[in-house]
């Protein structure tokens, strides 16, 4: 056990120093990146006046090290903000407060994250069902008709943008067979069937392209395990096709699909905007690009920074699964 | 009535006759060896016993006959019986061919619930019994490693075990030793042999080493091209061969018994090695693989370095060509120390096949050292790449080939060229024939015999083969465990061993002499009960 201790303690400390790393990378990014930010941020009709006054406000005269250890100040201890009228506390870890809205970013995040993980977690669920199944399916009739059909299935899987897959389905589902209202976001907590069915779509259509990836990628690990040397063996001591595909030639497949599937976890978290924007889900991914497009530092950072923090924590949970499933590996 | 009828076999991939009018028949209970080089066709019938080559694209002809089972017409579910129930193979190359994920005990009790209506407790129960019985120790604990955690030899005891757990009449082993070390090769030639004694199990064994078929068979099958060369008793086909072939092949067969020829001339030392030591690992895991080695090597003379797998001899090698810095000691080259690599000290590799760049032509790999001392006249590397190849048996116009067109002699001459590209007055050759067959085996070690003679090299040979070694070496220098346990002239250390690691070593080589080899066994058998 003290094995597994010792790795958990070594990928914390590993994920703070990243996260930092990441977060001093978008600081300097932001600040080198022309452009007149207090300029943005008061808005095209504010006078020379109003402009100076927000650039004050916003410390942006400050030079970048002061800025970035007023960051990390809020971000350990926490942060009093005057708004001009008030003083506003905000608390550890503080993420700062919106150029654009002066709302506190670590609330932010806790509005849309909910949004993303359900979206993202959902669609993992359908694309790890879809993919694994249709992977071994066509392992299984490898060279027949049938896995031909999978195989242009698959490739025209990947192939069309999620708008299209979106689009079609909604237009199908929703408008011409009338099966689903429009999606829109109901959390889970407040009527769990409803947050199912109004995903739904969503899930489908992300799943939908990711799905293909992973058939092609279990299809593949299959194929190679059942070249193997141990494949043979059993086959030569007359153990049946199923259980050759099933229990030896998909265990192949476990160590390539966990390691897509962490790094699609991730980035998808942050990174379904397209997803997000077809179906009006106020995720993560929908609220960073905006806050991109008016250079919002605060929300950028913070947006940043926790799906940096769901990269890793994804692939932190694919190397345990990996050493679970395949003993010769050691967590280190 | 016989345990296997095969009639009139041919086996075609594609354009390709792999086996071509094969017959034979095996009694029940005796030991028949196909024996043959790579491409012979013997493992393809090995497959056919079992009716492996179904839905491979293989076309089948003739007629296969096992335990009472028509192969060729046999439903999917008799064949299914048959195999491993009532014929189990013994695979080669036991780290692959286990699944690595899963428990050994595990998988030898999936094969006994295919033939057997049993629980998983019963299934288990009868794989440690067989674990224990092919001399697993502490086999209800080891039966849940997983094939990674056993050693070579235990991963083929492993193997056998499955073979055994349902008792079948016929034990079909396709190169059982050949990925082992010779101690261990003799162990589970022994194995077999007290099994079959025991159980009364055929055996058809498939293996290139007509010393294991000596040691292990009744009767022998030579093949070549897919077909019969000659079949007989073993003792009538090993002690008066009657094809040519045959002849040929045994006397391409290096005997441990053989003295070497006398070499040429000895000139000054030309590299001498003080008390070598490498480390690898930090920490609690650092151990030495070769620890506190001394050694000299003279002009025009070969030392032969020979030791099993992980007793150092490739780490000392590769300190002697300075691709590894020594952890303690030094390399003296022309009484001068010594650092890194230069072009006076070649090396020549095991594996001819990843030791040459695929993407390029042979004759640019051989052109590497000319190029890396500087030369750039391209029509004089041209001409020299082609003089080194014409030196070890190619032609000239070979070097605008590509390494998969090369036989894996002719590739391991490639190798040999692109060593003597440089010059060198050493060359360090690691096991440079140990993936070669017999004859191709003969070919290469005469020719750097004959490369020796005519350049007044000094030659470091590698091997863990003791015959070919003595073959070679005028001194040999024994490793165990990263020591040198003794060295000294080749016939003394060979006729007159003093440690007795050399000796269980050499006790350990199969004879060609079936009589020979009875001895021995009752011999292994007092050195290991002592």
Redesign the interface.
């Known amino acids: 056990m003290t094995g597994f201790g010792g790795f958990l303690l070594r990928r914390a400390v590993g994920t703070v120093i990243t996260l930092l790393a990441i977060s001093v990378i978008v600081y300097v990014v932001f600040y080198v990146t022309p452009g007149n930010v207090a300029q943005i941020t008061c808005g095209p009709r504010c006078s020379p006046a109003q402009v100076h006054q927000v650039a004050e406000q916003l410390h942006l005269g400050d030079p970048l090290y002061a800025r970035y250890g007023d960051f990390l100040q809020g971000l350990f201890t926490g942060h009093d903000y005057s708004t001009g009228t008030s003083v506003e506390h905000c608390e550890a870890p503080c993420l700062g407060l919106s150029y654009q809205t002066d709302q506190q970013v670590t609330a932010l995040i806790l509005t849309k994250l909910p949004v993303s993980l359900s979206l993202v977690l959902g669609a993992m669920v359908l694309w790890l069902l879809l993919g694994v199944g249709t992977g071994v399916l066509s392992a299984w009739r490898r060279g027949r008709l049938s896995e031909r059909v999978l195989t242009a299935v698959t490739l025209a899987g990947t192939a069309t943008p999620v708008f299209v897959i979106g689009l079609v389905l909604m237009i199908v589902v929703c408008g011409e067979l009338r099966l689903l209202p429009f999606p829109q976001y109901v959390a889970l907590t407040d009527d769990p069937e409803q947050w199912a069915w109004n995903l739904l779509l969503p899930w489908l259509s992300l799943a939908l392209i990711e799905a293909a990836t992973f058939a092609r990628l279990t299809r593949a690990a299959m194929l190679e395990t059942l070249a193997e040397d141990h494949i043979r063996t059993f086959r030569a001591y007359g153990v049946g096709e199923r259980a050759v595909i099933g229990r030896h030639a998909l265990r192949g497949a476990f160590a390539p699909v966990i390691a897509l599937n962490a790094n699609n976890v991730g980035s998808a978290v942050g990174g379904a905007v397209l997803t997000e924007t077809l179906f009006g889900l106020p995720g993560i991914g929908q609220e960073l690009v905006h806050a991109v497009k008016v250079v919002d530092l605060p929300v950028v950072v913070g947006m940043v920074l926790v799906i940096g923090f769901f990269v890793v924590l994804a692939n932190a949970v694919a190397d345990v699964l990996y050493a679970v499933a395949d003993r010769r590996v050691v967590l280190a | 009535m016989s345990l296997v009828r095969v009639t009139d076999l041919t086996v075609d991939f594609g354009g390709l006759r792999a086996v071509d009018g094969l017959s034979f028949t095996l009694r029940p209970g005796a030991a028949l060896a196909l024996v043959g080089e790579s491409g012979s066709g013997k493992s393809t019938v090995a497959?056919a016993l079992?009716g492996?080559h179904r839905d491979t694209g293989a076309r089948v002809g003739g007629a296969i006959e096992v335990a009472g089972v028509d192969v060729q017409r046999a439903g999917e579910e008799e064949?299914?019986?048959?195999?491993?129930?009532r014929a189990?193979?013994v695979?080669q190359?036991p780290l692959?061919?286990?699944?690595?994920?899963?428990a050994i005990g595990d998988q030898i009790a999936?094969?006994y619930r295919?033939?057997h209506r049993a629980s998983r407790r019963a299934a288990r129960a009868r794989a440690v019994e067989v674990l224990d019985r092919v001399g697993i120790p502490d086999a209800p604990r080891r039966s849940r490693s997983?094939p990674?955690?056993f050693s070579g030899g235990m991963r083929q005891r492993a193997?056998i075990a499955?073979a055994l757990a349902c008792r079948p009449d016929l034990l079909i082993a396709d190169e059982p030793t050949t990925a082992l070390d010779v101690t261990v090769q003799a162990q589970i030639l022994d194995l077999l042999h007290t099994l079959r004694e025991e159980t009364g199990t055929g055996l058809l064994l498939v293996t290139h080493d007509v010393g294991v078929a000596a040691e292990s068979v009744d009767e022998v099958l030579v093949m070549r091209h897919g077909r019969v060369v000659e079949h007989g008793p073993v003792a009538d086909v090993l002690g008066s061969p009657a094809e040519p072939y045959t002849r040929a092949l045994l006397a391409a067969v290096p005997r441990v018994e053989a003295a070497r020829a006398p070499s040429g001339e000895r000139g000054e030392v030309v590299l001498e090695a003080t008390g070598l030591r490498r480390e690898f690992g930090r920490g609690k895991g650092a151990f030495a693989a070769v620890d506190d080695v001394s050694l000299t090597v003279r002009r025009g003379e070969t030392l032969g370095i020979v030791g099993e797998s992980g007793s150092g001899k490739t780490t000392l090698g590769r300190m002697l060509v300075g691709l590894l810095e020594p952890t303690a000691g030094e390399v003296r080259y022309d009484g001068r120390a010594r650092a890194g690599v230069r072009p006076d000290v070649q090396m020549v590799f095991q594996d001819p096949v990843s030791s040459l760049n695929p993407r390029r032509t042979v004759g640019e790999s051989v052109a590497d050292p000319l190029r890396a001392r500087g030369e750039r006249d391209e029509r004089l590397i041209r001409a020299r790449v082609g003089e080194l190849l014409e030196r070890v048996g190619l032609e000239r116009a070979h070097q605008d080939r590509y390494p998969h067109e090369f036989s894996g002699g002719q590739r391991q001459r490639v190798g040999i060229a692109r060593a003597l590209a440089a010059e060198p007055r050493v060359i360090v050759c690691d096991e440079p024939v140990s993936a070669l067959d017999v004859t191709t085996q003969a070919q290469v070690v005469a020719l750097l015999g004959e490369l020796q003679r005519e350049l007044g090299l000094a030659l470091v040979f590698v091997a863990h083969d003791l015959a070919v070694v003595r073959q070679v070496s005028d001194r040999v220098a024994v490793m165990r465990g990263g020591r040198i346990v003794e060295s000294g002239p080749a016939d003394q250390v060979y006729d007159a061993p003093r440690d007795p690691y050399t000796r269980r070593l050499l006790a350990a080589v199969p004879s060609l002499d079936p009589a020979v080899a009875a001895t021995r066994r009752t011999a292994r058998r007092e050195l290991t009960e002592v």
Do not use: C, I, N, Q
């Open positions: 497959s079992l492996l064949l299914r019986g048959l195999r491993g129930g189990a193979m695979f190359d692959s061919s286990l699944d690595p994920y899963y999936e094969v295919v033939h997983r990674h955690e193997l499955m």
